[in-house]
């Protein structure tokens, strides 16, 4: 009883709405009832989608580099930037790195490291090159980029399954 109730006044209020047209201007000019250039469209199953072709080139922004950020706000803001990637691979490949060699870099390795995660390059790159999947470009292939690969070698075995704690 309580269920056919429940469905009959679910019907009741998603009737309206299942059923609800609306009318709009189609692209060719030629409508549903062919009067004024307007098309039915039902639960807007029917509304045309609008795909815009890419252009050839598009510019990848640079990263605004910081020559005169001290060295320990510089590796403060490269531990913030390895755990939030966007990608949880990285994430997890990037922070663990970060927590076990980061503090031992000198400025020049440093440096390295923020030009590589924060450089012209996509998160899937990263992962690639670390992972050995696709060839290092020569710009990028660096110290860093070797202990980086070695990290991901993980040759100890080590269990990396959460980022380290802060």
Same mark, same amino acid.
Do not use: C
């Given at each position: 009883?309580?269920?056919?109730?429940?469905?009959?006044?679910?019907? &009741?209020?998603?009737? +309206? %709405?299942?059923?609800?047209? $609306? #009318?709009?201007?189609?692209?060719?000019?030629?409508? !549903?009832?062919?009067?004024?250039?307007?098309?039915?469209?039902?639960?807007?199953?029917?509304?045309?989608?609008?795909?815009?072709?890419?252009?050839?080139?598009?510019?990848?922004?640079?990263?605004?580099? &910081?020559?005169?950020? +001290? %060295?320990?706000?510089?590796? $403060? #803001?490269?531990?913030?930037?390895?755990?939030?990637? !966007?990608?949880?691979?990285?994430?997890?490949?990037?922070?663990?790195?970060?927590?076990?060699?980061?503090?031992?870099?000198?400025?020049?390795?440093?440096?390295?490291?923020?030009?590589?995660?924060?450089?012209?390059?996509?998160?899937?790159?990263?992962?690639?090159?670390?992972?050995?999947?696709?060839?290092?470009?020569?710009?990028?292939?660096?110290?860093?980029?070797?202990?980086?690969?070695?990290?991901?070698?993980?040759?100890?075995?080590?269990?990396?399954?959460?980022?380290?704690?802060?």
């Amino acid at each position: 009883m309580l269920r056919q109730l429940i469905t009959t006044v679910g019907q &009741r209020t998603l009737t +309206p %709405l299942l059923a609800r047209t $609306q #009318r709009f201007s189609a692209a060719t000019g030629a409508g !549903g009832d062919g009067k004024d250039g307007k098309q039915d469209v039902v639960n807007h199953a029917d509304v045309p989608i609008i795909d815009y072709e890419d252009p050839d080139y598009l510019p990848l922004p640079e990263y605004p580099f &910081r020559p005169d950020e +001290p %060295l320990d706000v510089k590796k $403060q #803001r490269l531990v913030y930037q390895s755990r939030k990637r !966007g990608m949880l691979e990285n994430d997890l490949l990037l922070s663990t790195f970060v927590a076990k060699h980061l503090k031992g870099l000198n400025a020049e390795l440093t440096d390295q490291y923020d030009r590589l995660i924060n450089g012209v390059t996509n998160d899937w790159d990263i992962y690639y090159w670390a992972t050995e999947n696709k060839p290092t470009p020569p710009e990028y292939q660096n110290e860093i980029m070797n202990m980086l690969k070695e990290h991901v070698a993980n040759a100890q075995r080590e269990k990396r399954l959460r980022q380290p704690n802060l």
